[in-house]
């Protein structure tokens, strides 16, 4: 049995116990295999590393006759499964299509290397006004702060083309800055999704900016250590919040960017950070933001995967999110994000080609989609996921 860090969990990998979290829950059992979306779900309840079973022969030989036994089906799923069979004889798995992924095509296109020129200059512009703002006593002006990134929106033009140009923009060092970027951009999407009026998007997106200034006063060494954080460290961690409510309460700001940086960490269901607010004392900002926040994260690249697909991270919300987000602001988020890809190709776990044609509102994580000339209920068929687009 060896005692892992979350951030070097891979799929394959077996566990040895079961998985508690902060309520002393399990969410996982012991000799669950992980998957991308399992190894998400661990990072989604904050928990910092678990136990597994050492690496076998045999497990290795198992997944090598995995592997072998789906060639002829299009790309091996990411998490092989023992209980999906092959494909049926006439579908779209008995070739393998050799088109350029949703994500090359989106990268390829002027329209994204001009947003991502706009982009990196932002960010950095940003990074300046970030650490200026730590230097300074003097007040910040918002509407300056805020004309980059309006500028993004009005590049991107659609809510839906801003989520495309923000999952492929993840190639940056300075995470902080670009994590903090994204989620404005995030943030001021999904309160145009609520009905919210143009003042408030724009508050939201500065909340978005401003919500992890606290991090820069957590140590470099800490924000990056690849390995388990000990107790002294994450204790720190857990103290950004306050950290950025101090920076941010001398500069004569809205008072819902101050209980962002303070509350983005607080849980609908009380187990958040570091007040253990619950319900509606939570800023509704904030609680906007920690959707936007934990979206960012889990779409983000890790060293064992690339982002997860959106289908994928939504299934991981319909699992945990609703008791600790606010249910009207994660099933708006969710049930819009489904919606920018109905009609989008996608790729399904047993190797086929398919094309999303409906949400399911019951599970929007479980749409229609229509293989050649079938149509697959995902709903109906709980060993089917989509692993990717196409």
């Known amino acids: 049995m060896l005692k892992l860090s979350t951030f070097d969990l891979t799929p394959g990998m077996i566990l040895a116990e079961d998985v508690l979290n902060f ?4 969410i ?18 904050g928990i910092l590393s678990v136990y597994i079973e050492d690496a076998s022969s045999e497990k290795k ?23 999906v069979p092959p494909p049926p004889p006439g579908s779209n798995a008995e070739y393998a299509p050799s ?11 002027q329209e994204f290397k001009d947003f991502k020129k706009t982009f990196d200059n932002a960010t950095e512009d940003f990074k300046f006004k970030l650490n200026e703002m730590i230097e300074s006593t003097a007040a910040v002006d918002t509407g300056d702060l805020l004309k980059a990134p309006l500028k993004l929106i009005e590049h991107s033009g659609s809510g839906s083309n801003t989520f495309d140009m923000i999952h492929n ?34 508050l939201a997106m500065a909340c978005g900016m401003l919500h992890d200034i606290g991090k820069l006063q957590v140590s ?5 250590k690849p390995g388990k954080l000990d107790p002294v460290e994450y204790k720190h961690i857990q103290k950004h919040p306050i950290y950025g409510y101090k920076i941010l309460k001398e500069k004569g700001l809205d008072e819902h960017i101050l209980n962002t940086a303070l509350m983005h960490h607080e849980r609908y269901d009380g187990s958040g950070y570091p007040l253990q607010l619950s319900g509606q004392a939570i800023d509704r900002f904030a609680r906007l933001t920690a959707i936007s926040d934990v979206y960012e994260a889990m779409t983000s690249a890790r060293v064992y995967r690339g982002p997860l697909c959106p289908f994928r991270v939504i ?23 489904g919606a920018t890809y109905v009609r989008n190709a996608c790729m399904l776990s047993d190797g086929r080609e398919a094309e999303i044609i409906m949400l399911n509102k019951e599970k929007l994580s479980r749409p229609v989609v229509q293989c050649g000339y079938d149509y697959v209920d995902l709903m109906q068929h709980p060993e089917l996921t989509i692993e990717n687009l196409l």
């Open 61 to 83: 030989e198992e997944d090598t006759v995995l592997e072998e036994t789906t060639e002829g089906y299009g790309p091996a799923p990411l998490s092989p499964r023992r209980d």
């Open 315 to 337: 299934e991981i919300f319909e699992e945990e999110g609703f008791e600790k987000y606010d249910a009207e602001y994660v099933l708006s988020f969710l049930s819009n994000v």
């Open 23 to 26: 309520d002393r829950q399990t």
């Open 99 to 109: 088109h350029p992924s949703y994500s090359e095509r989106i990268k390829s296109s």
């Open 28 to 45: 996982l059992s012991k000799g669950t295999e992980l998957t991308d979306v399992l190894i998400s779900r661990i990072e989604l309840n």
């Open 220 to 224: 470099h060494s800490i924000l990056t």
């Open 169 to 202: 923009m993840r190639d940056y060092d300075d995470l902080t800055y670009a994590h903090s970027m994204n989620v404005a951009l995030l943030n001021y999407v999904a309160a145009s999704w609520l009905g919210w009026s143009e003042p408030d998007r724009e």
